[in-house]
Each structure stands twice: as structure tokens, then as C-alpha cells.
């Protein structure tokens, strides 16, 4: 079983650059810092300006209409604070369901009610890497092999941007 206060070994050092900060936010809002690191290394892989297509921003990719008027969606702690908010409320749509949770963060918290067939082609993969590379992080793991068959599909160009942003040298 994984240490409740710290961030498992699996994540890519992008995401442990944030390991402290996952941990005090997880105190914060009551969620599994192993959880919240999962979301930030799909979502973000730790880049604090990360912007995806459909205008999701920073960290934990928050969609502009859940930050307040005059919010910095780019600050670590406000994307955080918007972000696990979300993801709080869906763990809680979801019964606890942490497969459900995560397709809610990240079709919508309304998908959680709808059969899987209904879902994104998006939604389906978020939770194909996202439920596994948690259950590995909470297994006490040393390394995921989801987490590397995301990285090498689709995560390495996240994480060359997040390591250049972060200062993080190869």
C-alpha cells in the first residue's frame, strides 16, 4: 500500500517536480495524492501552461467557465483549487468509483450516469490509462507499464513541453 502523505515512484519527474504541492493539496481537499498525480500526468504531465485544444488549461486542464472572474487559470494553486474541486465532485457523483471519477473529470461529470457505450472516444481512453496507472500508484508499484504505453502514445510531447517549462533537464 502506498504512503498516504507522498506520490508514487511510477509518475514521470514532471509530475514529482509537484510531488510537495500534490501533497498539500490532497490534504486540502481530502483526495488520494496518488489520485491527483494520475489526472495531473495525463492531463497536464505537469505543465502549469499546458492548453488543449478544446481550451482546457494548466495543470489539471480546467475548462474557462469553472474559473471565477478574474481567476489566473495559468496559477498552479487556482487551477488546483478549480480542478480538484471537479474532481472531487465527480468521486462523490461516482460513488467512490474512481474508473466513473475519472471519466467524469473528464467528459463531464453527467457521463457517470450514462452507459460506457454512450461515451467520448476521449473518455474511453482517459479511463484505459487513467484507472490503471492509479491502481499501480496505490499498489505501491515501482513502475506502470500503462503509464509507458501512455507515455509512448501519447505523452511524451507533453512531457518534453512540461520539462522545458519546468526547467527540468534531461
Given amino acids: 500500500q502506498s504512503n498516504p502523505s507522498s506520490i508514487s515512484p511510477i509518475f514521470t519527474r ?3 517536480h509537484w510531488a510537495d504541492d500534490i501533497t498539500r493539496w490532497a490534504a486540502a481537499s481530502s ?8 489526472v495531473m500526468q495525463i492531463e497536464s504531465c505537469g505543465d502549469p501552461r499546458a ?24 496559477s498552479p494553486e487556482t487551477n ?8 472531487s465532485n465527480s468521486l462523490v457523483t461516482a460513488h467512490g468509483n474512481v474508473r466513473l ?12 450516469a450514462r452507459g460506457e457505450w454512450t461515451w467520448a472516444a476521449e473518455t474511453i481512453r482517459y479511463v484505459y490509462y487513467g484507472a ?17 504505453e501512455w507515455y509512448q502514445r501519447y505523452g ?9 517549462r519546468l526547467g527540468i533537464t534531461p
Fill in 14 to 16: 514532471e509530475v514529482q
Fill in 31 to 38: 483526495l488520494d495524492p496518488n489520485l491527483i498525480a494520475t
Fill in 51 to 74: 492548453v488543449s485544444s478544446a481550451g482546457a488549461k494548466g495543470l489539471f486542464q480546467v475548462m474557462p467557465f469553472h474559473f471565477q472572474f478574474g481567476e489566473n487559470p495559468y
Fill in 80 to 87: 488546483a483549487l478549480r480542478g480538484l474541486n471537479y474532481l
Fill in 101 to 112: 471519477a475519472l471519466a467524469g473529470y473528464n467528459g463531464g461529470i453527467g457521463v457517470i
Fill in 132 to 148: 490503471p496507472i492509479y491502481e499501480d500508484a496505490r499498489a505501491g508499484l515501482t513502475s506502470s507499464s500503462k503509464l509507458d
Fill in 156 to 164: 511524451a510531447g507533453l512531457c518534453r513541453q512540461a520539462s522545458k
